[in-house]
């Protein structure tokens, strides 16, 4: 354990003393939540990032200890376990490294080797490897024996290579220098598959393609594996450019088995031993674990973007408790209406059918305003889908008709939206409720807070990654959850109107516990105080201690409950009343009083500086919401469809994904546009999430329409003059660093750069729209 600390120690560039005692606080049960805000004395500050990295190396290493213990039981119950050998296992870092190790001593079904060893030809291997200058027939004769399975002297000398290509297989440091050697300079060709060229048209860029392994990014890397995984590419690793690719690595593998032909009678046999144990046994195995790494790669930095896009999401500003309209569009269906009252509660339903084929459009804006003017509605939230344009339209002449209303009207994602509606969470919300009707009530909700409405959605279904479905869905879903769990406990909860989804991702608390709060809050009124939850069923110290200050409680008989500050620090704050003479009530949001106090004065052997002072920051901004003022993008009258389009038109949008390549951005035409990486800013951007976050509110200019594919290219530079007119066919190639496939040359033969590909005539290629078209989809 002391070498685990050390590891993640150096890793986090942080002492041994904090990581162990967070690794102890981890172990006991706290939350990274709760250790990052409550613990910040114990840990010496790390913060939720550092933690979490903590927490998954932790993990790893842990697996690795127990899998370290496991292979060294194992090789010494075969009496093989030398100290040499137990030094370098216990030095290993990594599982790779230590299967390497592993793998000469593997229990494995009867390899030819094996067999060849039982017939007596391990001598005759080893005499041949060690004096070349022996012919290797008129040694092989010595061997033969056909009681042993030996016919001949070339079955002997089969038998002696087979020994040897499996000891060239499996020695470990011979091993990790070809593994290195091939991430470095390996070069992946996939190719389309005989007949599959019509049926697999949107893999057209990888059908004749090639780029450097190392070089590959997340998304090329998964549309290529997707493509081999449907039946339309194969994907093959060469060991290097040139004529001869595997010339290096046969190299590798005979310097580290002193293998040169020198013209003695046994060169040319081990020369060809050592040409089959790459090919055969080597490269075998390294295609494969290097096209699984460069899988892993791509896996986790889709699962990285995924996380910050959904971060973004969850974090964007709520519009607040005021009774609001959602209004879910539709066409020959008619459009969903719901009303929820300031807390969410439903107050109304409806359906109208303002749009074709009835054309209900005065009826419609009638009835309501009618649900407008009864429950008080502020706000009306419109889903971005099919016919939301029109349905917006319809809410502006609702809104331009009746002032005396004071509404506003937003479109807002409804990513989810419908997973929502035919969920369990939904069925017990909303018993009795038609579930078409449902996805007007989320579209309503997650206006006033989206993190209160999306948490209700399993996060994968809300739709802001790419290439989804392709990663490990455990570790997406670990890592989504830690961000929808950091994301909540950040803002904090409203004890008292939080439903069950929501209070669920609370620091201590799962979906049990959360049902009892929401059970006993309904049984007896609102909670006045954070000390009453220790009256709910099964909500025992432990719960309290993790939980209690990511929960408030507005008006009830404990200030401080409305805060963040946590019940086990309130004897802080009663030392500051009595030092300044004032109630915890006046305290509260007097910035210049506060200011006037010196933390030290209030620390003690429990609480030391970072909690003082955060408590002091608390009490001048009370449960303060780290999310940003609530503000809307305002699409352009008469841009309704990608046909009103027009190059050089500057629009606003609102970003609702961000990928490795670029920006989508919804501009109002029912189709988002791309803003490519190299058309973020005028600057050289290696992470698009430098520039840009889901929700973010940015103006563009339309560089390039294409009608047919529906594919709007976008740039924030604002200088940059257009591409061309609003046409159809072959818009928008793909530009900057991530050009098409087809336009990235690879090195050229003998490894040396080839000529730069001419530059691309447009802003988005083909392959980067399907790539984008999928990433969407997920």
Same mark, same amino acid.
């Given at each position: 354990?002391?070498?685990?600390?050390?590891?993640i120690?150096q890793?986090?560039?942080?002492?041994p003393a904090?990581?162990?005692a967070?690794?102890?606080?981890?172990?006991e049960?706290?939350?990274?939540p709760?250790?990052?805000?409550?613990?910040k004395?114990?840990?010496?500050?790390?913060?939720d990032?550092q933690?979490?990295?903590?927490?998954e190396r932790l993990?790893?290493l842990?697996e690795?200890?127990?899998?370290r213990?496991?292979?060294?039981k194992?090789?010494e119950?075969?009496?093989?376990?030398t100290?040499?050998l137990q030094a370098?296992?216990?030095?290993?870092?990594?599982k790779?490294?230590l299967?390497?190790?592993?793998?000469p001593?593997?229990?494995k079904r009867?390899?030819k080797?094996?067999?060849?060893?039982?017939?007596g030809?391990?001598?005759?291997?080893?005499?041949?490897?060690?004096?070349?200058?022996?012919s290797?027939?008129?040694?092989?004769?010595?061997?033969v024996d056909?009681?042993k399975?030996?016919a001949d002297g070339?079955?002997?000398?089969?038998g002696?290579?087979q020994?040897?290509?499996?000891?060239?297989a499996?020695?470990?440091?011979?091993?990790?220098?070809?593994r290195d050697?091939?991430?470095?300079?390996g070069i992946?060709?996939?190719?389309?598959?005989?007949?599959?060229?019509?049926?697999?048209?949107?893999f057209?860029?990888?059908?004749?393609?090639?780029?450097?392994?190392?070089?590959?990014?997340?998304?090329?890397?998964?549309?290529?594996f997707?493509?081999?995984?449907?039946?339309v590419?194969t /994907?093959?690793?060469l060991?290097?450019?040139?004529d001869?690719?595997?010339?290096?690595?046969?190299? /590798?593998?005979?310097?580290?088995?002193?293998?040169?032909?020198?013209?003695?009678?046994?060169d040319?046999?081990?020369?060809?031993?050592?040409?089959?144990?790459?090919?055969v046994?080597l490269?075998?195995?390294l295609?494969l674990?290097?096209?699984?790494?460069l899988?892993?790669?791509a896996?986790?930095?889709?699962i990285?973007?995924?996380?910050?896009n959904?971060?973004?999401?969850?974090?964007?500003?709520?519009?607040?408790?005021?009774?609001?309209?959602?209004?879910?569009?539709?066409?020959?269906?008619g459009v969903k209406v719901?009303v929820?009252?300031?807390?969410?509660?439903?107050?109304?339903?409806?359906?109208?059918?303002?749009?074709?084929?009835?054309?209900?459009?005065?009826a419609?804006?009638v009835?309501l305003?009618?649900?407008?003017?009864?429950?008080?509605v502020?706000?009306?939230?419109?889903g971005?889908?099919?016919?939301?344009?029109?349905?917006?339209r319809?809410?502006?002449?609702l809104?331009?008709?009746?002032?005396?209303?004071?509404?506003k009207?937003?479109?807002?994602?409804?990513?989810?939206?419908?997973?929502?509606s035919?969920?369990e969470v939904?069925?017990k919300?909303?018993?009795?409720?038609?579930?078409?009707l449902?996805?007007a009530?989320?579209?309503a909700?997650?206006?006033?807070?989206?993190?209160a409405?999306?948490?209700?959605?399993?996060?994968?279904?809300?739709?802001?990654g790419?290439?989804?479905?392709?990663?490990?869905?455990?570790?997406?879903?670990?890592?989504?959850?830690?961000?929808?769990?950091?994301?909540?406990?950040?803002v904090g909860v409203?004890?008292n109107?939080?439903?069950?989804?929501?209070?669920?991702?609370?620091?201590?608390?799962n979906?049990?516990?959360?049902?009892?709060i929401?059970q006993f809050?309904?049984?007896?009124g609102a909670?006045?105080?954070?000390?009453s939850?220790?009256a709910?069923?099964?909500?025992g110290d432990?719960?309290?201690q993790?939980?209690?200050?990511?929960?408030r409680?507005?008006?009830g008989?404990?200030?401080?409950?409305a805060?963040?500050v946590h019940p086990?620090a309130?004897?802080?704050?009663?030392r500051? &009343?009595?030092?300044?003479?004032?109630?915890?009530?006046?305290?509260?949001?007097?910035?210049t009083? /506060?200011h006037?106090?010196d933390p030290?004065?209030?620390?003690?052997?429990r609480?030391?500086?970072?909690? &003082?002072?955060?408590?002091?920051?608390?009490?001048?901004?009370?449960?303060r919401?780290p999310?940003?003022?609530?503000k809307?993008?305002q699409f352009?009258?008469g &841009?309704?469809?990608?046909?009103?389009?027009e190059?050089?038109?500057?629009?606003?949008g609102?970003?609702?994904n &961000?990928?490795n390549?670029?920006?989508?951005?919804?501009?109002?035409?029912h189709q988002?546009?791309?803003?490519?990486?190299s058309a973020?800013?005028?600057?050289?951007i290696?992470?698009?999430?430098?520039?840009?976050?889901?929700?973010d509110?940015?103006?563009?200019?339309?560089m390039?329409?294409d009608?047919d594919?529906k594919?709007i290219?976008?740039?924030?530079?604002?200088?940059?003059?257009?591409?061309g007119g609003?046409?159809?066919?072959?818009?928008?190639?793909?530009?900057?660093?991530?050009a098409a496939?087809a336009?990235?040359?690879p090195?050229?033969?003998?490894g040396?750069?080839?000529?730069a590909?001419?530059?691309?005539?447009?802003?988005?290629?083909?392959?980067?729209?399907?790539?984008?078209?999928?990433?969407?989809?997920g």
């Open positions: 354990m002391t070498k685990i600390i050390e590891t120690a890793e986090l560039s942080a002492r904090q990581v162990e967070a690794v102890r606080l981890l172990d049960g706290a939350t990274v709760f250790i990052a805000r409550y613990r004395e114990v840990t010496g500050g790390l913060d990032i933690l979490r990295h903590l927490e993990g790893y842990r690795l200890d127990e899998r213990v496991a292979v060294l194992s090789i119950e075969q009496g093989k376990l100290d040499e370098e296992i216990e030095a290993a870092e990594t790779q490294r299967e390497d190790l592993y793998l001593y593997k229990p009867r390899t080797a094996q067999i060849a060893r039982e017939a030809l391990e001598p005759l291997a080893d005499a041949i490897l060690s004096d070349p200058s022996q290797p027939e008129t040694l092989a004769e010595g061997y056909a009681a399975g030996v070339a079955a002997a000398l089969e002696a290579r020994i040897l290509m499996e000891r060239f499996e020695d470990p440091e011979l091993t990790g220098r070809l050697h091939l991430w470095e300079n992946l060709v996939s190719r389309v598959v005989e007949g599959q060229e019509q049926e697999g048209n949107k057209s860029d990888y059908f004749d393609y090639r780029e450097a392994v190392a070089k590959i990014p997340s998304h090329r890397a998964l549309a290529l997707r493509g081999r995984n449907q039946g590419l /994907l093959e690793l060991a290097g450019e040139g001869d690719p595997d010339a290096v690595c046969r190299g /590798l593998v005979a310097s580290r088995f002193e293998v040169r032909p020198q013209g003695r009678p046994g040319d046999w081990l020369m060809e031993t050592v040409r089959k144990a790459w090919r046994k490269m075998t195995r295609d674990e290097l096209k699984h790494r899988m892993e790669a896996e986790e930095e889709a990285r973007v995924f996380g910050l959904l971060k973004a999401l969850l974090l964007a500003a709520p519009a607040g408790r005021l009774p609001t309209m959602g209004l879910d569009p539709g066409l020959r269906t719901a929820v009252d300031s807390t969410g509660k439903v107050a109304a339903t409806d359906t109208i059918y303002p749009h074709a084929p009835k054309k209900q459009w005065d419609s804006i009835r305003a009618d649900l407008a003017k009864a429950h008080d502020k706000l009306v939230s419109i971005n889908g099919t016919a939301s344009r029109e349905t917006d319809l809410a502006r002449d809104i331009t008709g009746h002032p005396e209303l004071g509404l009207s937003l479109v807002v994602s409804e990513a989810g939206a419908s997973v929502y035919a969920s939904a069925s919300e909303l018993p009795a409720m038609d579930v078409s449902r996805g009530v989320s579209i909700r997650r206006l006033q807070d989206p993190l409405e999306l948490v209700k959605i399993e996060p994968k279904a809300i739709g802001v790419q290439y989804q479905h392709d990663v490990n869905q455990t570790r997406l879903a670990r890592t989504l959850d830690a961000v929808v769990e950091d994301c909540v406990n950040a409203d004890l109107t939080a439903s069950v989804p929501l209070l669920a991702q609370v620091s201590g608390l979906r049990g516990l959360a049902e009892n929401v809050r309904e049984a007896n909670f006045q105080n954070r000390k939850l220790m709910v069923p099964r909500f432990k719960a309290f993790q939980s209690a200050g990511f929960l409680i507005s008006d008989d404990e200030p401080l409950d805060s963040a086990e309130y004897p802080v704050v009663r500051i &009343v009595e030092k300044t003479g004032k109630t915890i009530a006046d305290l509260i949001g007097e910035g009083i /506060l006037r106090l030290k004065d209030f620390t003690d052997d609480f030391g500086l970072p909690t &003082v002072k955060d408590i002091l920051a608390e009490l001048e901004k009370p449960g919401d999310r940003p003022e609530f809307t993008a352009k009258e &841009v309704e469809t990608l046909k009103d389009l190059p050089g038109m500057v629009l606003e609102t970003v609702t &961000v990928t390549f670029g920006a989508f951005v919804d501009i109002g035409v988002d546009g791309l803003v490519h990486i973020l800013a005028d600057r050289f290696k992470d698009t999430h430098e520039v840009v976050k889901s929700g509110l940015v103006k563009v200019k339309v390039e329409v009608l594919r594919r290219a976008l740039s924030m530079r604002l200088g940059e003059a257009s591409q609003n046409g159809r066919g072959r818009a928008a190639r793909g530009g900057g660093r991530d496939p336009q990235r040359k090195r050229t033969q003998g040396q750069k080839g000529p590909a001419p530059p691309p005539s447009g802003i988005m290629g083909g392959a980067l729209a399907d790539a984008f078209a999928k990433a969407k989809k």
